[in-house]
Each structure stands twice: as C-alpha cells, then as structure tokens.
C-alpha cells in the first residue's frame, strides 16, 4: 500500500469559494418572522386599546377632539404611497434605475407628509388637554399611533438609506432584495394603518 509523499501533499488541490454564497430565501425567511413579531406587537396595542378606550377620567372624548377629514388626507397619503411603492418596484424589475428611485421619491414625499399630519394632530391633542398622561384612553391611542408612526418613519430612513445605496451602486441583487424587503414592510404598515382608522378613529367618532 502506498502512502503520499510529502511533496505529494504539498502540492494536493485545494478548493475554495471565489465569493461568499448568497442566502436571498434566508433572508426573506427571516424578515417574515420579523414582520410576524411586529403583528404579535400591534395586536397586544390593538388589544390595549380596546380594553382601556373608554377610561377618560374627565379629559375629552374623541368625538369632540379628532379632526376626520384631517386623518383621512394623511390616510389617503399612507395608502397612495403603498401604490406608488408598488410603481417602484415594477420598474425595479425592468432595471430601470431612474425609474425606481423617481417612485422611492414620490413614496417618502407622501411617507413624510403622513408622518408632518399625525405629529399636527398629536400636538392639536395635546394642547386641548388629551395628552398620554391625561387618562388610560388616551395612553392607549398614543402608544397604539406613536408606535404606528415611529414605524413609518423607520421606513422613510431605511427608504433615504436604499436610494443612496442604489444610485451608488445600481439595481443589484443585493439592492433588489433589500427593496423587496421594504416594500413588504411599507404595505405591512399600510395594513396596520387601516386597522386604527377603521377601529380607533371611526370608532371613536360613532
């Protein structure tokens, strides 16, 4: 039986990957139980807010504070923005570059215009006495549409981020899949909003 020789061994081939493999399903796999998590917070605020909503210790009734056609042009901007997103994405897939960031764009003007109108309104609660420390109905809704909002404007930051990364580095793979990403996110947030208009708004107004 014959063994190697050291020169043998020395010049055995070796293997090696030339670059790190890519995990796009991993990833994917991982932002849904990502967005799952945030479902399970929401429904704790969502069941908050139900329990506590009517506790107002003498502050004032949403009927007579919430401004509807207000929260409806800041609805309107949330939900056009989810379809400009979606403008977006079509031509993310045709790799047309100046495409995609024009409709990335269009989609933070209304992201940002959504978020200007509920900081408005939170500040108009505020000065007309229903503040988080003013009763348990009104800690609930702040905690329930704050939470909402810092998530929108999460998203606005991470869109800015996306923007420089694509016109640094053009629509790549890597790029494409941390737009899809976001783009499930901004129609997550979407989904969540029409629940608090539907329940905390509409709701509150009846």
């Known amino acids: 039986m014959s ?28 932002f849904w139980i990502y967005l ?9 605020l969502f069941a908050t807010r ?12 949403p009927k007579e504070v919430f401004d ?8 309107f ?6 379809i400009t997103y ?12 100046k495409g995609t960031l024009l409709w990335l764009g269009v989609t933070g003007a209304l992201g940002a215009a959504f978020i200007g109108i509920e900081l408005y309104e939170f500040a108009h609660l505020i000065h007309v006495g229903a503040s988080p420390q003013s009763s348990a109905s ?15 404007l999460f998203g606005l930051v991470w869109m800015v981020v996306l923007v420089v990364q694509a016109k640094k580095y053009g629509l790549t793979v890597a790029n494409k899949r941390r737009l899809f990403c976001l783009s499930m996110f901004w129609h997550f947030l979407d989904l969540i909003w ?3 208009f539907s329940i905390v708004y509409l709701t509150g107004v009846v």
Do not use: R
Not at 10 to 20: C, L, Q, V, Y
Not at 36 to 42: A, G, R
């Open 3 to 30: 063994t190697p020789t050291s020169d043998q061994v020395g010049t055995a081939p070796m293997f090696h990957m030339e670059e790190e493999p890519h995990h796009s399903p991993g990833t994917l796999l991982g």
């Open 36 to 44: 799952m998590s945030d479902c399970l917070i929401f429904a704790i």
């Open 50 to 61: 139900a329990a506590l909503a009517p506790n107002y210790a003498g502050s004032p009734l």
């Open 68 to 75: 509807i056609p207000l929260i409806l042009i800041s609805t």
């Open 77 to 82: 901007c949330l939900l056009f923005s989810s």
């Open 86 to 97: 979606g403008f977006a994405v079509l031509q993310m897939q045709q790799n047309k570059l």
């Open 138 to 152: 009104w800690s609930s809704f702040f905690a329930l549409v704050g939470t909402h909002g810092l998530h929108v």
């Open 194 to 196: 029409i629940g608090v």
